[in-house]
C-alpha cells in the first residue's frame, strides 16, 4: 500500500487544508467576539485585551500555534494553487468557467491573497506595535510587570481614524466574506463530512458565518471611525 | 422541433502531432443539418475536407451512443459542449445558432497531451484503474456467487450511480485545476460501497489516489464544475466518499 504521507498527497494535503481552515474558522469567530466588546464596553474589552495579551498560556502556546495555523493555510493554498496551474499548462482558448462553477469557488487563491495582504496590515497595526509594547520599548520586564491594564481600547480608536485604513479594512472583509462563502461549506467536503440531511445545512449556515462575521467587522471599524468622528 | 440549416463556423485546433506546435484554423460551414449530432456535424466537414485534398480533422469517438466515453471535445468553453448530462456524441446542433462561430478545443491537461489535433491521451486513467479499481478473485473454483451475498439496496443503487462513469475525462477537462478526483473518486466509491470491495478497500484508495498524483492531475478545490459537466451526473458525494476512505486508511492501520 503506498502511503506517502498526508502531506504529499493531493486527498491528503486538501484535507489538511481545510483542517486549518476550521481552525481559523474559529479563530475568527473568537477574535469577532472579543471585538465587538469594544462597542459594548470599553472596560469589558481592556481586560478581555489584556488576558489575551499578558496571559502566558494565550501568548506562548496559542499565538504560536495560531501563527502556525495562518502560515500553513496559506502557504500550502499557494503551492496547491502553483501546482494547479501546472497541471494544465496550455490554456484554454475559451473557458466559461461560471457556467458550472462559482465565481467565489474559482478565485479562492485571489480572495485569499487580498486577506493575506490585510493581515500584512493588520500585523504592522497591532502585532508589532503589541511585540514592541511588551517585549522591546517596554523593556525587558515590561511582559512580565504586565504593562498598562487599560490602554487597549484607546490603541483601537487611534487606528480607526484614518479613512483610508476604514477603507482597506471594508475591502478586505468584503473578499473576506467572498473566501468564506466557499471555504466553510467546501473544508467539510474535503473531511470527507457530507449528508443529504446535513450539507444543506451547513451551507446555510456557511453563507450566515461568511455574511455576518464580516459584516460584523466592518460594522465595528465603522463604528470607531463615526464614534470618532466629533 | 423542425429540422432546420444553419451555417456556421468552426474555430478548431489543428496540431499534426504531439511533438508539433498547434494552431486554430477556422472553417466555414454551410447547410448543417440541426438534426445531425455534433460529430456528424464533423463527418461532414471532413468529408468537404478530403473531398478538397486537405487533411481531415481528428477526433475520437466509438460508439456514438453516450456509453462507451471516448468522445471527448472541449466546445465553446465547456467540456462535450452546452448541453447537459450529455457526451459530444449525444450533443445536437440544435444548441447552436444560424452564423455562429463555435469553438473546439481538445481536453487541455497535463497528463492528457495531445496526440493529433483534437485526440488526447487519456490513458492515465486506465493506469489508475490497473492499481486498484478492480476485485482481486480467486478463480480456484471456489468463488463465492457474488449475488449470495446480501447488499442493502440503497448502497447498490450508489455503487451503480458511481458505475456509471465512462471514463471520459470531462471532469479533468472542465476542472480548472485539472484535477481527476471525480473520476478517481467514482471509482473508489463504485467498490467502496460493496462488501466484495471493502477487503481491499484501503489499500485501493492509496494506491488510485497515489497514481493519480505521479500522473501529474491538479488538486480538487471542490468548485463542481466536474460534476455540473459529467455525462453520467457523477456526484460530489463521491468525492466526500473518497476523502473518507482515504482519511481511514491514512489514520487507521490493522
Avoid at chain 1, 63 to 68: A, D, E, G, Y
Avoid at chain 2, 204 to 214: A, K, T
Amino acid at each position: 500500500m503506498s502511503n506517502h504521507g498526508m502531506t504529499k498527497s493531493s486527498v491528503g494535503r486538501k484535507i489538511l487544508m481545510a483542517l486549518s481552515g476550521f481552525f481559523l474558522l474559529f479563530f475568527l469567530l473568537q477574535h469577532f467576539s472579543i471585538n465587538m466588546l469594544s462597542v459594548i464596553s470599553e472596560d469589558a474589552f481592556n481586560s478581555v485585551s489584556y488576558f489575551m495579551g499578558y496571559n502566558p498560556v494565550v501568548q506562548f502556546v496559542l499565538q504560536p500555534i495560531l501563527i502556525f495555523g495562518v502560515v500553513f493555510h496559506l502557504a500550502m493554498g499557494i503551492k496547491l494553487d502553483m501546482e494547479n496551474r501546472k497541471a494544465r499548462p496550455v490554456k484554454y482558448e475559451q473557458y466559461n468557467g461560471a457556467a458550472n462553477a462559482s465565481w467565489m469557488s474559482r478565485n479562492m487563491i485571489i480572495t485569499g491573497l487580498t486577506v493575506l495582504a490585510f493581515l500584512g496590515l493588520h500585523f504592522y497595526d497591532f502585532w508589532a506595535h503589541e511585540m514592541n509594547e511588551k517585549f522591546i520599548e517596554g523593556g525587558a520586564n515590561s511582559f512580565a510587570n504586565g504593562g498598562n491594564p487599560t490602554r487597549f481600547f484607546h490603541e483601537l480608536q487611534e487606528k480607526f481614524v484614518d479613512v483610508w485604513r476604514v477603507i482597506i479594512y471594508v475591502v478586505a472583509f468584503v473578499l473576506l466574506a467572498l473566501h468564506l462563502l466557499h471555504g466553510f461549506q467546501s473544508a467539510f467536503q474535503s473531511v470527507g463530512f457530507r449528508h443529504s440531511k446535513y450539507t444543506p445545512i451547513i451551507k446555510k449556515l456557511g453563507n450566515v458565518y461568511a455574511i455576518l462575521i464580516p459584516l460584523g467587522f466592518i460594522f465595528i471599524a465603522l463604528y470607531h471611525y463615526i464614534d470618532q468622528l466629533n | 422541433m423542425a429540422e432546420k440549416f444553419i451555417n456556421i463556423k468552426l474555430k478548431i485546433w489543428r496540431q499534426k502531432d504531439s511533438k508539433s506546435a498547434g494552431k486554430f484554423e477556422e472553417y466555414p460551414l454551410p447547410n448543417v443539418s440541426t438534426d445531425s449530432s455534433f460529430l456528424e456535424m464533423l463527418d461532414l466537414l471532413n468529408e468537404n475536407l478530403v473531398e478538397k485534398g486537405d487533411e481531415p480533422v481528428a477526433f475520437d469517438h466509438d460508439c456514438r451512443e453516450g456509453i462507451c466515453g471516448m468522445c471527448s471535445l472541449f466546445i465553446n468553453g465547456e467540456a462535450h459542449g452546452p448541453d447537459r448530462g450529455v457526451t459530444t456524441c449525444q450533443l445536437h446542433m440544435r444548441m447552436f445558432k444560424d452564423g455562429e462561430t463555435i469553438t473546439i478545443e481538445p481536453f487541455r491537461a497535463n497528463p492528457f497531451p495531445v496526440i493529433k489535433d483534437l485526440v488526447v491521451d487519456r490513458t492515465p486513467f486506465d493506469r489508475i484503474m490497473a492499481k486498484g479499481g478492480f476485485v482481486s478473485v480467486n478463480t480456484s473454483g471456489n468463488t463465492q456467487d457474488a449475488n449470495a451475498i446480501p447488499v442493502p439496496k440503497a448502497d447498490a443503487d450508489k455503487a451503480f450511480d458511481a458505475a456509471t462513469c465512462i471514463g471520459c475525462g470531462a471532469c479533468v477537462a472542465t476542472c480548472k485545476n485539472a484535477s481527476a478526483m471525480l473520476f478517481v473518486s467514482a471509482k473508489v466509491s463504485q467498490l467502496a460501497l460493496l462488501p466484495q470491495g471493502r477487503v481491499e478497500a484501503k489499500e485501493r484508495v492509496m494506491n488510485m489516489v497515489h497514481q493519480m498524483d505521479i500522473e501529474g492531475f491538479g488538486n480538487c478545490t471542490n468548485t463542481g464544475a466536474c460534476e455540473v459537466e459529467c455525462p453520467k451526473g457523477i456526484s460530489l458525494e463521491n468525492i466526500a466518499r473518497m476523502n473518507r476512505e482515504y482519511l481511514k486508511a491514512t489514520i487507521v492501520s490493522e
